[in-house]
């Protein structure tokens, strides 16, 4: 195997994951906001008080997941996983 396509390969495999990472961010921190809505609804079940709103904090959430920046990682991260599996692809078919 063509030395230089490894590296090219192995790259393209470092920069799908990389993005994939930032995408996971971005859905553990909407996780973290949809529990925490959570814990904020049980608390109002369990003693309602004035004020208590989990609707905000879910609100939050979908408004990280609907953002244009979600939406291009994901975008991104589809894009980049496709770029390896192409340069996987190229080599394995070049190889036979």
Do not use: C
Not at 18 to 40: G, M
Not at 73 to 94: D, P
């Amino acid at each position: 195997m063509n030395p230089m396509t490894m590296r090219k390969r192995a790259l393209a495999i470092r920069d799908a994951h990389s993005t994939l990472l930032d995408l996971k961010r971005l859905v553990d921190d909407a996780t973290v906001t949809a529990h925490a809505a959570e814990l904020e609804a049980v608390s109002l079940a369990i003693s309602p008080r004035p004020g208590g709103d989990a609707l905000t904090t879910l609100r939050v959430a979908i408004e990280r997941l609907q953002s244009p920046n979600f939406e291009a990682t994901l975008s991104q991260a589809r894009e980049k996983l496709e770029t390896a599996v192409a340069w996987h692809y190229k080599e394995t078919t070049n190889g036979q």
